[in-house]
């Protein structure tokens, strides 16, 4: 009798060796980090270091100089589109059209990745984050506190199963903050994987499983920080080598 087999789960990120070099500035140098699915990492490291390279080239918007690399078990390089709708991206470019409603927006992203009951999504969406009464008002005449709360809405519109997040607590508000903490929460009690860049300790320790430091294109730290036996701040101190990097 034939025991079944079943397949094992792949990472939700795997990259090896990955290099990204800018004329001759080399800005990722030979990077290998596995991610399991349903972790949350935050990336830290002072300007420069390589964070914004990283995300940009995990979704599939930049090309590394050499290495590879998989999402959910996906090439990269050769399963591009297919990456593209597993993944939610906030950047720090909001990527929305001013001239456009906020429910303009979603209906636009939302034909795109083919979501299905959209108009029911979105207006799910529009009132988790709090703009349903500014669904028809033009994006241009929005705060930039209100452009990030759509843009997070946005990324979430096709239900992704991993999130690539940039610096996403730039520009909101306390009640933001809350929601987006809250939104983080439950997307990872679903099962969802997050990557997340940060300059701020405390949110960005407060709900990682893995955190990663960068440093000058090096991963100079990656672990589970509380497992540390002393301060993150510290150990993060002792690998930019700097204080002049310091957050």
């Known amino acids: 009798m034939s025991e079944s087999t079943q397949a094992p789960i792949p990472p939700a990120v795997r990259i090896s060796n990955l290099t990204k070099q800018f004329g ?18 935050t990336v830290f490291g002072p300007n420069g270091a390589g964070k914004t390279t990283l995300l940009r080239i995990l979704s599939t918007l930049t090309r590394p100089t050499s290495g590879n690399g998989t999402l959910l078990g996906y090439d990269l390089a050769q399963d591009g589109a297919l990456v593209r709708y597993l993944i939610g991206v906030l950047t720090h470019h909001p990527l929305l059209f001013p001239t456009l409603t906020g429910y303009e927006n979603l209906k636009f992203y939302g034909q795109m990745f083919q979501v299905q009951h959209l108009p029911d999504r979105i207006e799910t969406l529009l009132h988790e984050v709090g703009l349903s009464e500014q669904r028809d008002q033009l994006v241009e005449t929005f705060s930039r506190g209100m452009q990030q709360r759509l843009a997070i809405a946005r990324a979430l519109l096709h239900a992704p199963r991993l999130l690539l997040l940039d610096e996403p607590y730039t520009g909101l508000d306390h009640e933001g903050i809350s929601f987006l903490t809250q939104t983080l929460k439950a997307f990872r009690a679903q099962g969802g994987t997050v990557i997340m860049t940060s ?23 990656y672990g589970d920080p509380t497992t540390l036996e002393e301060p993150f701040e510290a150990v993060y101190q002792r690998c930019v080598g700097s204080p002049s990097k310091a957050l």
């Open 24 to 41: 001759f500035i080399r800005v990722l140098n030979g990077i290998n980090l596995t991610l399991k699915q349903g972790e949350f990492l």
């Open 199 to 221: 300059h701020d300790f405390e949110k960005g320790l407060e709900l990682c499983t893995k955190a990663t430091i960068l440093n000058d294109g090096n991963l100079a730290y």
